[in-house]
């Protein structure tokens, strides 16, 4: 309180004192010293009486009119100075002074302008002035009064009551419904002290925070029991929460949490107070069902926390010690797609209608539509966050709330008031359990009940927090063992706690050592030996019913919502929103600038050789942009995902909101990368078929690094991944390395290996090279006649002449010295090229398969194979020759409809000689070789035919195999991509990833 506010208030009672007389100025000079010393709490009030005197010795001179006058018009200035409570403060100082006026003119009003110039409610000003005037007349005081009921108290009696028998202090209270305050008037016999100090009769207290009453014989009562009185509402009269022999051990180790029991109830505030590593998480974890124990029950009003977790969904709710914001989102955002996501029944109006009452409650309406920001880049302070993370679970109205280290991080200010708030849901109905380190004096008096933890997960108190500290000091027989608070200021220190659990022995020497005074294991007895020990009183069976619990939406719903949280989120990021809509165009503008070249003065398509470059880098970039879009995606939604999986949402429908907006983001960058590219460098009818390659290269690049983030734990391991996934993909994608060099050569085919086939890059290079190459206009109608005269050239030129070449070898007139070897396995591949042959021309060898023998191949069978090889020949060279007439004769259409150099132009404008030469891989040294059983082809592949039924083939082929029918190479390739991503969509929802990274720790 400032001064000037201080001078305002002594000014007040100087007014209401002068209009008492002389006689009454003692009495009056007394209660203005309480108010300075106990409220005001002031140690030195000498200056502030004689300026309180002063302003008596003035106000005697006006008359009762001027008074009023005086009076209101000080209210009036207090209105918006002095805090609300203590205006009501200020009142009831002011009526305890008026409270002896008896018939003195004046007086009996001036307390009600008081009243109505600080817009105090009659009702709230009626309470006050019936506690001060007659707080014994208990026919008198109604139900907005409690008072102790010793045994002794008719049953007449309309307040409220506190059955204490034996208690040996009388008093009476009432509580400020507007603040919350609640005010005490000691009464009749018995010595009362409030934390330990003493309490005047017939005088007003403002009770704190946390309290404990009691009498001479230390009999105490709590603030607990005074709240539940007060509200009707016996401890655990709503919800009983109980853990039954509770035990847990860590595999290996007997830390974890040792045999604990207790017993809450709604409308209660616990601490769970213990140093680093003795098991405050673990216990967390355990009671809000998210860690099975290895012994023990735990039950909610009298289910199994476990064995009937469906009937107790979303009872509980947990406030985790990390944030669970979206940083990108305002205040309002976060906490309306949480709502959507907890109370799906409620109209639209109707839940946003709860979100500006929680954020009002919250004090969070004057930040609603700011940016939440990172702990790093704050736009709201760390209070405020806390707050909102609170919010998240308290919109749902959870029977149970736990918090874990909720003050973490945060001023003492900003503690107080985060557990205030928590203290306020538990006056609401509440359970509230608290994990908490360090809490202050006025923060542990908060606590209606107390957990502590010793090393290793022993419990060693669990009861009233503020017998926790006499119970702890006559443990030990310390001095004052008795003494829980401070006897001059009332406080508690928690602190003294952990220094009894912790003390040291001391050695003769008078030195600390290692070695404890008590230790854990003696600590933990004591506890249960103390539990045991008390009395239990009968309760009557807990009720079946629990409290509604969560109303989530559909899976439809689910994926709505986080699809709309997840867009949001990342518009809301101007940065981000930047960089992934220029970084593909620009990635493209480059690319095609580097890759566009011109040998004259205009720029031919035809001649660019860097097309084929163009294709691979293209499908290399989708990889990279899906990669670096959803890498970080759900590494960073890690401590989110844990608060839905908790509250049991829909991981289906998390994985699908992020599979479609990182496919739509996916669409949107290669389009621009697409339309830019082909701009540049003018490749001409494949917009549509890039985009439509590099959209299924980039979604399945997406998917894989959903995978990877699954799997992961940080932002930057994931990053670091990156190029371990990238690099393979570049040498495997079909060219850098030439994809024959990395076929076996006794594999007896020209078939890409599997780990190449694992490669989206491999099917998103080769769709595009053969795209072109094959589906270009100058090819369109003679694709594949001029597949059939290349095949037919390379059949005559190499396959056939290499089977002569094969069968001279064996009439060698000086062979070698590997001669048998040797031929033997070109028998054996005679044999089969034979057989080959004749499957696919119809023609019959008049071979026999036992002459290829080296016993049984001789002259004659060697002139029947020639004879063979010339008929398979001359019916190459008739379809050959058929196939030519009809490109010469489609060229001779176009000839004369576009003329000699329009025939030309055509050519120029739509094939490209580095797309023809990878397509055909025409850069090959070698044109044919035997592999296995087999010759295998190692020219012009874009025309040689695959034969397996399920697509396998040789890198290039022009068209794939799959249930017996021909499908075009850029068809299949994009549906084996999307099958990729399937496969990879599926590893994702079954976390796979993530158990493989858990059994790698292993």
Partial sequence: MSEIVLNAVLHLFALIASARGEEEHKACHASVEAYLRQQVRIGS????????????????????????????????????????????????????????????????????????????????????????????????????????????????????????????????????????????????????????????????????????????????????????????????????????????????????????????????????????????????????????????????????????????????????????????????????????????????????????QTLHNLGQLDIADLKVGSPLDKTISGGQRKRLNIALELIREPAVLFADEPTSGLSSADSFNVMSLLKQQALSGRLVIVVIHQPSSDIFKLFDGLWLLDKGGRPVFEGNPLEAVSYFRSAIHAAGGGEGFCPTCGNVNPEQIFNIIEMRRVDEGGHFTDERLVSPEDWHQRYLAHHKAQDQPETEPPPKDVPAGLRRPGLLGQFSIFFERNLLARLANRQYVTLNLLEAPFIALLLGLLCRRSSGESYIFHDNMNVAVFFFMSVVVSLFLGLSVSAEEIVRDRKILRREAFLNLSWASYVNAKTAYLAGLTAVQTLAFTLVAQAVLQVPDMTLAT???????????????????????????????????????????????????????????????????????????????????????????????????????????????????????LFLPDPPDDFAPRAERYLTVLVHEVMALEAETGLDSGLEMDVFSLAGFDQEASKQLRKFLKDVAKQIRTERSKSYDRISSLETQRLDELGENGLEQLRRDYTNRSVELAARNAMSLESIRISGHRLVQLTDLVCAPTHSAWGMAHFGAGTKKLWGRAVPTVVYNIWFLWLLTLLLYLSLYFHLPERLSKLGKR
């Avoid at 309290?211 to 016996?234: H, K, M, N, P, W």
């Avoid at 080769?766 to 369109?780: C, F, H, K, S």
Wanted: proline residues 4%.
């Fill in 691 to 809: 985009w439509a390659v590099l959209f299924s290269c980039g979604t399945c690049s997406c998917l894989l690094g959903l995978n990877v983030s699954s799997a992961m734990r940080s932002a930057v391991a994931v990053y670091i991944l990156i190029p371990l996934l990238l690099i393979p993909q570049m040498l495997l994608g079909g060219s850098v390395i030439s994809m024959d060099e990395l076929v076996s050569r006794d594999s007896g085919d020209l078939h890409v290996p599997w780990y190449a086939n694992v490669m989206p890059s491999r099917w998103g290079y080769e769709a595009l090279i053969v795209g072109q190459y094959a589906e270009n206009r100058w090819m369109q109608g003679q694709f594949e006649d001029d597949c059939a005269v290349r095949q037919a050239d390379w059949e005559l030129d190499y396959r056939v002449q290499e089977l002569k070449t094969l069968a001279d070898f």
């Fill in 45 to 356: 009030v000498e200056q502030y009486l004689g300026l309180y005197d002063e302003f008596y010795d003035l106000s005697l001179a006006l008359d009762e009119k001027a008074r009023k006058q005086a009076a209101w018009g000080i209210c009036d200035q207090l209105r918006g100075k002095l805090p609300r409570q203590e205006q009501f403060v200020a009142l009831a100082a002011v009526l305890t002074i008026t409270s002896g006026s008896g018939a003195e003119p004046g007086i009996a009003t001036i307390d009600g302008i008081i009243a109505a110039a600080l817009d105090i409610d009659r009702k709230d000003f009626d309470a006050l002035r019936l506690l001060i005037l007659h707080p014994e007349d208990y026919t008198a005081l109604d139900e907005r009064f409690l008072v102790l009921d010793d045994g002794h108290l008719h049953a007449d009696v309309p307040a409220r009551r506190l059955s204490m028998p034996g208690f040996r202090a009388q008093w009476t209270l009432t509580r400020i419904q507007e603040t919350g305050t609640l005010i005490l008037v000691p009464t009749g016999r018995g010595h009362l002290t409030i934390n330990g100090q003493l309490a005047v009769q017939g005088k007003l207290h403002v009770l704190p925070p946390g309290f404990v009453l009691r009498d001479s014989t230390g009999t105490g009562i709590y603030a607990s029991q005074i709240e539940a009185a007060l509200t009707d509402q016996a401890v655990g009269s709503q919800l009983v929460f109980e853990g039954r022999g509770l035990d847990f051990r860590f595999p290996g180790s007997d830390n974890g949490l040792h045999t604990f029991n207790f017993t809450e109830g709604s409308g209660r505030l616990i601490g769970v107070m213990g140093g680093s590593g003795t098991g405050k998480s673990t216990l967390l974890s355990i009671l809000s069902g998210t860690l099975p124990p290895d012994a023990g029950q735990i039950l909610l009003n009298g289910r199994d926390l476990y064995a009937e977790s469906d009937s107790l969904d979303g009872v509980i709710g947990l406030v985790p010690q990390d944030d669970l914001l979206f940083d990108d989102l305002t205040v309002r955002q976060n906490l309306t797609s949480s709502a959507r996501l907890c109370l799906a029944d409620l109209p639209r109006d109707e839940l946003d209608q709860r979100v500006e």
